[in-house]
Every structure is written in structure tokens, then in C-alpha cells.
């Protein structure tokens, strides 16, 4: 794979079609997608990192998703508005559309977090997605960020809106790995403590060889969702 440098632009107009979007500033863009460690190893050069850019764009898409579900769910009290949106703007929800539009092929990273598997990575590609997101508005002002939103976020929402996304961790690290290695997922229990009525398990879960997650909880199932949930930000 072809990866592309901080000056190089050519591939960003690719990324644009994927998008939906034709930047004025194509500089916004390109700092949307340049990781902290990418900004790091070039220190000299004084490239702007994406971390701002996913503070504005986590607002934008609270508020595009906040005003499209208050307008839409009328029926829904507070609590289910706050629960429906949680499941739409979680990290696993994000990283999943920014895969749709493989958004990992464009991100600028430092070489030990490309080595690593950063391009695939949930947190990265997350932060990357919500980074477009503000670099779109501050490009295109709310209306172009709100289209983007509502395009790439469509599937998402009708199934939060539906109860179909739960925070199943265990179900998530599933159809992630079966979508791209064919290594098989198991939980271990590696210990225990506590009298019976209060016992607090600790699991961890691999994926083949390699131990990706660790979890605790008052239950075996509690203690696997909680070492899923970890795996997640690693896979």
C-alpha cells in the first residue's frame, strides 16, 4: 500500500469522493488526518495534529445527532434520547463508518504506530472520523457537516433508534475479527476473589495466541464484556 507523506495531496482527492465533500481548504483535511505520532516523529516541521480538530467535530456530531433524534423521536423521554445517542456516537459505532469509507488508508501515522496496527485501530479511527467531521464544518459550516453526518451515520442511527446496537462487547469483538482474521476468540478465567456473595472474576480473552483484553466484574459475563470492551481499542 501506498503510504502517503504530509505534503503529498493527490490522495486526499480520493478521499474527497469517498466523502461526499470537496474541501476549499484541502489543509484542513490533511490535518484531520495526521496522527499525534506522525506530528511527532516530524517535530521539526511543525504539522498540526488532529487532536483539536476531534474536539470540534465530537460537538458538531453530539449536537447534528442530538437535533436530529429530539426532532424525529418525539415520544422518547430524555434518558432514551441519551442512551440512543450514546450507542450512535460511541467509539465502536465510529470506527465501524470510518471502515466503510477506509478512512485507515489516508491517516498520516508514526512508524511504530503503523507497524502496530494503528491504521485499523478503534480509538484511531474514531478520532480520525470525528476530526473530518470538524474539519468540514469549520470548511463548509453546519449544514455540509450535519450531510455528512446523517449519510454516513444513517445505518447507525436506525438501528440505535431500533434497539439493535446494544453494548454487547462480546458480540462486537465477534463480527470484527470474523471480518478479518479467522483465529478463533476465548475467555479464560485467570482469577478470583472475594467470599461467594461478593466474588470479583477476572478473565482475560485472546484472539488465537495472543491475549488482547482484560476484564473484571462481579460475574463471568460481566468480567468478559469488560475484557471485550478493552480488546476493542486494540483490534
Not at 433524534?69 to 445517542?85: M, V
Not at 488508508?105 to 502496530?116: A, R
Amino acid at each position: 500500500m501506498h503510504t502517503r507523506s504530509h505534503s503529498d495531496t493527490s490522495l486526499l482527492k480520493e478521499l474527497e469522493l469517498k466523502l461526499g465533500y470537496r474541501f476549499h481548504n484541502v489543509n484542513l483535511l490533511n490535518e484531520s488526518l495526521t496522527h499525534s505520532s506522525y506530528a511527532n516523529e516530524n517535530k521539526r516541521k511543525n504539522y498540526k495534529y488532529n487532536e483539536r480538530l476531534e474536539f470540534l467535530g465530537d460537538a458538531v456530531l453530539s449536537i447534528v445527532i442530538s437535533d436530529y433524534l429530539y426532532n424525529n423521536l418525539s415520544t422518547f423521554q430524555e434518558g432514551e434520547l441519551t442512551k440512543i445517542r450514546a450507542s450512535i456516537v460511541c467509539e465502536p459505532s465510529l470506527a465501524a463508518c470510518s471502515k466503510k469509507i477506509d478512512i485507515g488508508k489516508f491517516i498520516l501515522l508514526g512508524k511504530g504506530e503503523d507497524v502496530t496496527g494503528g491504521r485499523g485501530r478503534v480509538s484511531i479511527l474514531a478520532d480520525a472520523f470525528e476530526a473530518i467531521i470538524g474539519a468540514i464544518y469549520l470548511d463548509g459550516g453546519i449544514e455540509k457537516a450535519k450531510t455528512f453526518i446523517l449519510d454516513n451515520l444513517k445505518e447507525t442511527i436506525d438501528d440505535a433508534i431500533h434497539g439493535r446496537i446494544h453494548q454487547d462487547y462480546k458480540t462486537h469483538l465477534q463480527e470484527l475479527i470474523q471480518s478479518e482474521h479467522t483465529d478463533k476468540i476465548t475467555y479464560e478465567v485467570i482469577g478470583e476473589e472475594g467470599p461467594d456473595h461478593d466474588k470479583i472474576f477476572h478473565v482475560h480473552v485472546r484472539i488465537g495466541e495472543k491475549i488482547v483484553g482484560v476484564g473484571s466484574g462481579k460475574s463471568k459475563k460481566e468480567a468478559e464484556q469488560n475484557a471485550a470492551r478493552e480488546a476493542l481499542k486494540e483490534v
